[in-house]
């Protein structure tokens, strides 16, 4: 009996001695654009990935100001995507100390049109970041949690294909157009998602950047682009 309790009590002060691991934020480097992915269980991964990767690839491209992406979530732990991949978030919007958002994506996820539009805390989150950033950018359903927020109030809009009717029954008073892949109406941005994301990630660039860079990125990852053979609209 006094042996394990020595062992017990062994076990006991190497774990009170192990100190606990301290979270690691992503560099983000001065003078680039900080972006955001709005991140939660059952994130479409094509609506993530696809800006995700246009604007990585800034960073490597001369004499631009480039993009720091990272994700925000409201938990530290992985997030499980609709397809199943677990991505750990950069940082927890709840109680992490964020840095200024420039621009902020919203990824389609699963429960974008129920109850993803009942958490209070994260339309809150989605309300203070549109009060500084330069833009604010949905893909397929991510259009739902603006239209939640109110950001998109006097604003023309798109979202996914099949579920423009249901967003304009849910939200009468928002003009949400049909036949185009992507809107842009001052500071958003909203797209019918899938693979269209690559599309109205493109323009962003292209809107910062040029036309040059902006295909420099796109042949960078095997994507034939011209923002004139894309459906889309610009309002102002």
């Given at each position: 009996?006094?042996?394990?309790?020595?062992?017990?009590l062994?076990?006991?002060?190497?774990?009170?001695?192990?100190?606990?691991?301290?979270?690691?934020?992503?560099?983000?480097?001065?003078?680039r654009?900080?972006?955001?992915?709005?991140?939660m269980?059952?994130?479409?991964?094509?609506e993530?990935?696809?800006?995700?990767?246009?604007?990585?690839?800034?960073?490597?491209?001369?004499?631009?100001?480039a993009?720091?992406?990272?994700?925000v979530?409201?938990?530290?732990?992985p997030?499980?995507?609709?397809?199943?991949m677990?991505?750990?978030?950069?940082f927890?919007?709840?109680?992490?100390?964020?840095?200024?958002?420039?621009?902020?994506?919203?990824?389609s996820?699963?429960?974008?049109?129920?109850?993803?539009?009942?958490?209070?805390?994260?339309i809150?989150?989605?309300?203070k970041?549109?009060?500084?950033?330069?833009?604010?950018?949905?893909?397929?359903?991510?259009?739902f949690?603006?239209?939640?927020?109110?950001?998109l109030?006097?604003?023309v809009?798109?979202?996914?294909?099949s579920?423009i009717?249901?967003m304009?029954?849910?939200?009468?008073?928002?003009?949400?157009?049909?036949?185009?892949?992507?809107v842009?109406?001052?500071?958003?941005?909203?797209?019918?998602?899938?693979?269209?994301?690559f599309?109205?990630?493109?323009y962003?660039?292209?809107f910062?950047?040029?036309?040059e860079?902006?295909q420099?990125l796109?042949?960078?990852?095997?994507?034939?682009?011209?923002v004139?053979?894309?459906p889309?609209?610009?309002?102002?």
């Amino acid at each position: 009996m006094k042996n394990w309790t020595i062992l017990f009590l062994s076990i006991l002060m190497v774990s009170c001695s192990t100190p606990s691991k301290e979270k690691v934020f992503p560099e983000l480097k001065e003078g680039r654009y900080n972006v955001a992915f709005l991140i939660m269980d059952g994130t479409f991964n094509t609506e993530l990935t696809a800006p995700f990767d246009i604007f990585q690839h800034t960073i490597f491209r001369d004499s631009i100001k480039a993009m720091n992406v990272f994700t925000v979530a409201n938990t530290d732990e992985p997030i499980t995507t609709f397809e199943g991949m677990k991505i750990i978030p950069d940082f927890n919007y709840l109680k992490d100390s964020l840095p200024k958002i420039d621009i902020l994506v919203v990824p389609s996820a699963e429960h974008h049109l129920d109850t993803d539009l009942k958490d209070e805390k994260m339309i809150s989150f989605v309300q203070k970041v549109d009060k500084e950033a330069q833009f604010i950018t949905s893909h397929c359903d991510g259009a739902f949690v603006l239209a939640k927020a109110g950001v998109l109030n006097g604003k023309v809009s798109t979202t996914f294909p099949s579920d423009i009717d249901k967003m304009r029954t849910m939200f009468p008073n928002l003009d949400i157009k049909k036949e185009v892949l992507f809107v842009h109406d001052g500071k958003y941005i909203t797209s019918a998602g899938g693979a269209k994301s690559f599309e109205a990630a493109l323009y962003l660039c292209e809107f910062l950047y040029g036309k040059e860079i902006t295909q420099s990125l796109a042949g960078g990852l095997v994507i034939d682009w011209d923002v004139n053979t894309v459906p889309h609209l610009i309002v102002k």
